[in-house]
């Protein structure tokens, strides 16, 4: 399975590269990376999850995405623990023979990990700390799909 759920950060072109290397079977390899944003003032942002259910949760969409978009291969890595604005938080990488079966795949593993992947988020500012709500807008993303 081409998930990761991982406490250190990593190296995007090298995933990337890792990923589309040797690849013959997809014209199209889209990636997509996440970053910590230094919105508000956030001093940092820690993240939880719970081993085994995270990677079996996005296992699952993972999957669905291969299935749904006859894609050739699908990789998801996502940070846990302690992060500072500027850090890579996620990367989604698909690959897939046309482009826009690999955009929509990616972006349908995008809505999912932001609105229901088993992580809970907790920024910490200045002014305090707080656990991140789900955003209405993030909902609506997810039910296009």
Known sequence: MSVRVQAESFDLGAEASRFAS?????????????????????????????????ESAIGAIREEAVARWSLADALVIHRHGRMEPGELIMMVATAARHRGDAFAAAEFLM??????????????????????????????ALQRW
Do not use: C, N, Q
Not at 115 to 139: H, I, L, M, N, Q
């Open 111 to 140: 809505d999912y990990l932001k609105s229901r992947a088993p992580f809970w988020k907790k920024e910490r500012r200045g002014d305090g700390d707080g656990w991140v709500a789900a955003k209405v807008e993030d909902e609506a």
């Open 22 to 54: 040797g690849r013959t079977d997809a014209g199209a390899i889209v990636t997509f990376s996440g970053v910590v944003r230094a919105d508000g003032g956030l001093i940092e942002m820690e993240i939880e999850h719970y081993p085994g259910m995270t």
